[in-house]
């Protein structure tokens, strides 16, 4: 009996697995057949008549290379300052004590109850006046900081044993060269899962670009994709829009697989208490 549900759970696990997969293995798919050819036959599995056509046409058609290259410097810039500010914020929250320590905690806290939507406007106010409106800063900082970094950072530090750092400063580290040195090596798994969902976030966003970008040396990739489409006026190129689509999966995709190890590694460490 006991076989049987174990079966039956890897059963359930393997469909579904293919359910998630199928979509994306149909959008790959499909990013290879000529437009006229793709709603010809709905219910084919797989295309053996491919072509690189789309992917040429979308390189040629619109500045493809521009809208990836500003994606990736964005979403990598604002990674890299997301995990260094919320990993300080979180070491000084979890191990320094100071005033309003926890009342500022808990105001870090309430952003994260407040939506994104909200703080639009106020940002496009103040993106304006700094004159930072269609330049890399106003893409970059606000993604800088955010509430949910600095409380996952936090309560990993918390976990930590007090002894390692103590007997570092013990031996002459200071409060940086134990953070450095000691805290955020053996926070490494917690890096990564916080880097991961910054990225994806970022690289993912639409609305913010979209306000603040007015010209195609600026956009991103996914306000790049959505203009493409509504550029169309009498027939929407579906083969060339789902080779786009293709192409703006590949650096989530190399992201996850590349942090995969620590990012498994945090979770299973979260889910066992000594």
């Known amino acids: 009996m006991r076989k049987f549900r174990v079966f039956l759970g890897y059963l359930t696990l393997i469909f579904i697995a293919i359910s998630m997969l199928y979509p994306f293995f149909a959008m790959v798919n499909l990013s290879f057949v000529n437009n006229n050819e793709i709603f010809a036959d709905a219910g084919k599995l797989i295309h053996t008549n491919l072509t690189f056509a789309n992917y040429k046409n979308v390189f040629t058609s619109i500045p493809l290379s521009t809208y990836f290259i500003n994606s990736l410097f964005v979403a990598v810039a604002a990674t890299a300052g997301q995990v260094l500010f919320s990993a300080l914020a979180g070491y000084a929250f979890a191990r320094m004590n100071f005033k309003y320590r926890d009342a500022l905690f808990l105001v870090f806290l309430i952003t994260m109850l407040v939506p994104p939507q909200v703080n639009i406007i106020p940002l496009f106010f103040l993106m304006r006046e700094l004159h930072w409106i269609n330049t ?139």
């Open 136 to 274: 890399y800063q106003a893409l970059i900082v606000p993604a800088l900081f955010g509430g949910f970094g600095v409380f996952l950072m936090r309560q990993y530090f918390l976990g930590l044993p007090k002894d390692l750092e103590e007997s570092a400063r013990i031996d002459g580290c200071n409060i940086f060269q134990s953070f450095f040195k000691i805290a955020l090596p053996l926070a490494l798994p917690t890096v990564a899962t916080l880097a991961i969902f910054t990225f994806v976030s970022t690289w993912n966003s639409f609305m913010w670009p979209l306000i603040v970008t007015n010209t195609e040396s600026m956009r991103t990739l996914p306000v790049g994709l959505a203009i493409y489409k509504g550029s169309f006026r009498e027939i929407t190129l579906w083969g060339e829009l789902l080779a786009c689509s293709v192409i703006c999966t590949i650096p989530v995709i190399g992201v996850f697989l590349a942090g995969k190890k620590y990012f498994i590694s945090d979770i299973l460490q979260g889910g066992v208490k000594e």
